[in-house]
């Protein structure tokens, strides 16, 4: 029995009453019904959010968000842990120099001088580096010929996130162009999210601008990975745009979300604990109420998640700019609990720094500059 044969296992009615209910196949060796239950409470509010500055208002839980009932990981029977993992073993690990880009020392200490000594010791980075700072996608009026050069222009934090992708992007490679188009829209997803959280950290004066990059880069990683290894008729099953659908899909038909599959995968590659977990909790604001969190991570993994979800939307659709993405009223699921987040004072300012004319036209000149995204 092939291993994802293991993890889609069940009869054909079994299986597709799961995907019916959006519920994981298999329910018994993925998680207990306690456990079950304690996830649905923590994801639905018991006392809606009392309203405040930025805040929205209060409306009820949409029935399809209140109907999923997401999976950590560490709830998964060891065994169907040990599968998925395993299925996702054999992609390349990175090379070293990603340990080192997200070492919390050097995200907090690194000179800009570090930072480009060790892209030059890559070469292969450095140039694919140049070759995109030089792009369109940058507007910039004169060209950049060395890696000093990039990171004085751009910045330390813009610089590291694009190596970090590049990094990435060596460890997940297509075998049909139906699957290249996936990880090509989730590549241009992933550099406009890294883009959004920057200027919006600088925006709103929220410290540690650059482990928020790191963690923005690094929730793509389970999505990437997925699209990259899943059977081509489970690829075609999971739908390209949408957090909500498409996570209830994933979970039905693989037993785990992305985020969780790249929590797993960060966990085997070595990164550290509290890197993997930054990450990989940023989708759970999809299902979080804002009281429930500290407040201070609350607001961070709450700037990701927006960042993610608007960069996932200016990638599939070039006919849609920032300028036309409202996200107050906008009532899509994925963003209910989300904007109940404003209240946290770092970031009632969110909605006002998405209609800043200068983050408005850099995000359109970003997404203009590379190729469409694959239609849903």
């Not at 054909?12 to 597709?16: F, I, L, N, S």
């Given at each position: 029995m092939g291993i994802f044969d293991f993890l889609t296992r069940g009869k054909?009615?079994?299986?597709?009453a799961a995907r019916a209910e959006r519920?994981?196949?298999?329910?018994?060796?993925?998680?207990?019904?306690a456990a079950n239950a304690a996830v649905a409470a923590s994801a639905l509010p018991t006392v809606a959010p009392a309203p405040g500055p930025g805040s929205v208002a209060s409306a009820p839980v949409p029935v399809e968000l209140a109907s999923f009932s997401p999976i950590r990981a560490s709830s998964l029977d060891p065994a169907?842990?040990?599968?998925?993992?395993?299925?996702?073993?054999?992609?390349?690990?990175?090379?070293?120099?990603?340990?080192?880009?997200?070492?919390?020392?050097?995200v907090t200490n690194a000179s800009s001088a570090e930072l480009a000594d060790l892209i030059v010791g890559e070469p292969l980075i450095a140039a694919?580096?140049?070759?995109?700072?030089?792009?369109?996608?940058?507007?910039l009026r004169s060209p950049v010929s060395s890696v000093d050069q990039a990171v004085t222009l751009l910045g330390l934090?813009?610089?590291?996130?694009?190596?970090?992708?590049?990094?990435?992007i060596t460890s997940f490679q297509a075998d049909t162009p139906a699957r290249q188009l996936v990880l090509d829209a989730t590549w241009k997803a992933s550099a406009l999210a890294c883009e959004l959280t920057q200027r919006l950290?600088?925006?709103?004066?929220?410290?540690?601008?650059?482990?928020?990059?790191?963690?923005?880069?690094l929730t793509f990683l389970g999505r990437l990975a997925t699209a990259a290894r899943m059977p081509r008729a489970l690829l075609t099953q999971i739908p390209a745009r949408g957090l909500l659908a498409r996570v209830r899909m994933e979970q039905a038909t693989l037993g785990l979300m992305s985020s969780e599959i790249g929590r797993l995968l960060m966990t085997d590659w070595g990164l550290p604990e509290g890197v993997?977990?930054?990450?990989?909790?940023?989708?759970?604001?999809?299902?979080?109420?804002?009281r429930t969190l500290e407040p201070v991570r609350a607001s961070r993994l709450a700037l990701c998640y927006i960042s993610a979800r608007l960069g996932e939307r200016l990638a599939f659709d070039l006919d849609t700019g920032l300028a036309q993405l409202d996200i107050l009223q906008d009532d899509d699921p994925e963003l209910y609990f989300a904007k109940r987040y404003f209240e946290h004072p770092a970031l009632s300012g969110l909605p006002q720094q998405l209609r800043?004319?200068?983050?408005?036209?850099?995000?359109?000149?970003?997404?203009?500059?590379?190729?469409?995204?694959?239609?849903p």
């Open positions: 054909p009615a079994e299986v597709a519920r994981p196949i298999d329910g018994r060796a993925s998680i207990n019904s169907r842990r040990q599968a998925i993992t395993k299925v996702f073993r054999d992609v390349p690990r990175p090379p070293r120099l990603m340990h080192q880009l997200l070492s919390p020392d050097f694919r580096l140049l070759a995109t700072i030089n792009s369109p996608m940058y507007g934090d813009a610089v590291r996130a694009l190596c970090l992708q590049y990094l990435m950290a600088q925006g709103l004066g929220i410290p540690d601008g650059g482990s928020l990059v790191s963690q923005v880069v993997a977990s930054d990450a990989a909790d940023i989708d759970w604001v999809l299902v979080t109420p804002y800043e004319p200068s983050l408005q036209e850099a995000m359109d000149r970003m997404r203009l500059a590379s190729a469409p995204a694959p239609a």
